[in-house]
């Protein structure tokens, strides 16, 4: 997968045209003709190789989400609002708390509370 990292958007296409048509031989009879080899065990080089196959395509199709996932996020990295795949997931809860800039807002009558009855100092003598 690493590999298909540095591929440009350009090969992915013909990556997958080249890899589908190993996968499906001849479509549903192919299916049909896997389910069987793996019921009777027979062709254990055919199994391996459905498995690398289905490996590699799905490698590829999770690069380009991947990359098409980047790309909206440059696209969207400073506007106000943010597609809601593109945000943070956490949890409904944390979603739903108050950020920090409004929970540490005071009210008038909070400030002047503060202002008129300052917390008092008070020295000891030693």
Do not use: C
């Amino acid at each position: 997968m690493d590999e298909n990292l540095n591929h440009t958007e350009k090969d992915f296409p013909l990556q997958l045209e080249y890899l589908i048509p190993h996968h499906s031989w001849a479509s549903h009879l192919f299916a049909i003709s896997v389910n069987y080899a793996k019921v009777t065990g027979g062709a254990p080089n055919k199994l391996s190789k459905i498995k690398v196959v289905r490996l590699s395509i799905a490698q590829v199709l999770t690069v380009i989400s991947q990359k098409q996932k980047a790309a909206l996020r440059e696209v969207y990295k400073n506007k106000k609002l943010l597609p809601l795949d593109l945000r943070p997931k956490k949890t409904r809860a944390i979603r739903r708390r108050l950020t920090k800039h409004q929970a540490s807002l005071k009210t008038e009558r909070e400030k002047k509370r503060e202002m008129y009855f300052p917390l008092r100092k008070y020295a000891i003598k030693a």
